[in-house]
């Protein structure tokens, strides 16, 4: 059975990509839109996150006790940025890839991840 760790790190980091999502959408006033459309992004972000995250260590909990190791976090969200632009222009229908979308949305959530991954290495590992 997986340690329940992991089970944490992974429904952080769900909730993180979901409030990426919303602040983007409340951040563009939004908010009132389609549910599908805010899926067309969400589902993507979390996809991406999870095809790459796991290849880099980002839930490999010996490389989350070690504070040095959170970069992995932020890069791995990088490199995901990408494929979920990709993916949420083949979810709308083939729809153009704004490369400035890409930036941001893999920016601020390789960002907002990074943040969510100290706080949960500060309750989970500092004083252990």
């Known amino acids: 059975m997986p340690d329940k760790r992991v089970f944490w790190l992974f429904l952080g980091d769900v909730a993180v990509l979901a409030l990426v999502t919303l602040f983007g959408f409340a951040n563009h006033s939004e908010l009132d839109a389609d549910g599908k459309r805010m899926l067309a992004t969400f589902i993507p972000l979390l996809v991406s996150w999870l095809m790459v995250a796991p290849f880099l260590g980002a839930y490999d909990l010996a490389r989350q006790k070690d504070v ?6 932020f890069y791995a969200m990088v490199l ?5 632009g990709f993916l ?26 990074l943040v969510w991954r100290l706080f ?3 309750v989970a590992f500092r004083n252990r």
């Open 68 to 73: 040095r190791q959170i970069w992995r976090v």
């Open 80 to 84: 995901a940025g990408p494929f979920a």
């Open 88 to 113: 949420r222009g083949v979810m709308l229908g083939n729809a153009p890839v704004m490369p400035i979308f890409v930036v941001v949305i893999g920016g601020i959530s390789a960002l907002s991840l």
């Open 120 to 122: 949960y290495w500060l």
